[in-house]
């Protein structure tokens, strides 16, 4: 197990004792050793229809034997544009383009780099400042760790790239502790915006960008009237809105996206994770029709937006998007977290008072648990219960002392039974 230098990983930890998965369907995993493991989180809150669905597993092997490679650059195959019009089938009314890319990272850094480009194709070239906010996570690329606000980042990687600045987290358990879905009191919070505007002035500022539920910093759920306060306050001064939907789209709200869900459409939406169901990496940007036209000028030789990848509508992916697709479409996947969310609810604020827990926080399908850290040792105690829920065959995500729970869409109330009460038997000991 040497060579391999795992992602995310306590590395000396795993590889003194191994957790290898080696089989999924629907639900669950299996060890090597045939264990079976109930998947609370989605794979990594992307396994939307759960696993090896047969119309995605189907799509994937015939596209891998007619077209495994096409160059996306002056070049495409009809799977692509295929895709591209299912896809906007789905969003908010005006997010009619579609640029593909290949995880959430490189999402986020196309709708930063569309972000200034649009600002400077129209004239406005002095609006380069990007605005992330605090607690927020937009993948691991340079420009997603600079807008976002998470301070390992800047402890292990430096200040990243500048002309970056950040509003403040939405997090208040003083409040909202122990709310059910969209906290109370917190819409205020969008205005500290305007102090970014009132040091920097607006005519520097080209983008805000916010996920409209954070997960991956602890299910951090945005207060009544906080993103329409968002909206207004960017275009009172002219500035872009970006959604980064990586968790949030594909029906994890009960809704196709988390724009259609709080009725605010952004000017760019940043999707991966559950475009695909996670079996082949994908990722894409949806942008305003209008800004997509400001590039669309000059001679008509020249490239309008000098940027992609090798791997943009790989054929594979395309493939698997449309499965996926159609999967979510036949079963109605990207409504039925609202069906089940009310369960869901329930089981999670069973939770309120158990050993360690300060808080439960819930939307749609996704859950989050908070517990109190061990003096002096953050992260340690919730890590401590991943690797005891693991050990009796349930699989949960950690993020800080915040367990989180993103279940497959397919999950059905024994599963739900299942996770929230093993969770809860493993706070019972829990040091």
């Not at 040497?2 to 000396?12: I, S």
């Not at 997509?292 to 000028?297: E, G, L, N, R």
Request: aromatic residues 8%; glycine residues 10%; contains cysteine.
């Amino acid at each position: 197990m040497d060579a391999y230098w795992m992602p995310f990983t306590a590395n000396r930890q795993f590889k003194k004792a191994p957790r290898l998965l080696a089989k999924a369907k629907d639900m669950h995993f299996w060890t090597p050793e045939g264990r079976q493991i109930l998947d609370g989180i989605a794979g990594l809150w992307c396994v939307n229809a759960g696993h090896a669905r047969p119309k995605i597993v189907k799509a994937i092997a015939e596209q891998a034997a007619e077209l495994d490679y096409a160059p996306p650059f002056n070049m495409a195959h009809p799977k692509a544009f295929e895709l591209a019009e299912r896809l906007v089938q789905l969003t908010p009314a005006g997010l009619d383009k579609v640029f593909f890319t290949n995880s959430g990272s490189e999402s986020v850094d196309t709708a930063l780099k569309m972000a200034i480009a649009y600002h400077r194709a129209r004239g406005e070239g002095t609006r380069t400042r990007l605005i992330g906010r605090e607690r927020g996570y937009h993948g691991v690329n340079f420009g997603g760790i600079s807008v976002g606000g998470i301070v390992g980042n800047r402890k292990t990687f430096g200040p990243a790239l500048g002309g970056i600045d950040h509003i403040r987290h939405t997090h208040d358990l003083a409040r909202n502790a122990y709310s059910r879905g969209v906290p109370a009191h917190g819409a205020e919070l969008a205005d500290d915006l305007e102090r970014l505007v009132a040091l920097h002035d607006a005519s520097t500022i080209a983008a805000v960008i916010v996920e409209p539920v954070a997960g991956s910093t602890g299910v951090l759920l945005p207060p009544q009237g906080y993103l329409e306060r968002l909206r207004a306050i960017c275009d009172k001064h002219g500035i872009l809105l970006i959604f980064d939907e990586v968790i949030t789209g594909f029906g994890r709200l009960g809704s196709p996206f988390g724009a259609t869900h709080f009725g605010v459409t952004p000017d760019l939406m940043t999707v991966a994770k559950g475009i695909s169901n996670g079996c082949v990496p994908m990722g894409a940007v949806f942008c305003k029709r209008e800004i997509h036209d400001v590039f669309m000028t000059g001679p008509e030789h020249l490239i309008e937006f000098a940027h992609g990848y090798t791997y943009s509508a790989h054929p594979l992916a395309c493939a698997a998007a449309l499965g996926t697709l159609d999967t979510y479409a036949e079963e109605g996947l990207l409504t039925r977290a609202a069906q089940m969310a009310p369960y869901f609810e329930d089981a999670l604020h069973s939770l309120k008072g158990a050993r360690h827990v300060i808080d439960v926080r819930n939307i749609g399908l996704v859950g989050g648990v908070e517990l109190e850290s061990i003096p002096g040792q953050p992260g340690k105690r919730a890590f401590d219960i991943f690797l005891e829920c693991w050990a009796r065959g349930v699989l949960i995500r950690t993020t800080g002392d915040t367990i989180a729970f993103s279940p497959p869409l397919i999950i059905e109330k024994q599963h739900i039974d299942q996770l929230v009460g093993t969770l809860a038997d493993v706070l019972k000991t829990a040091a």
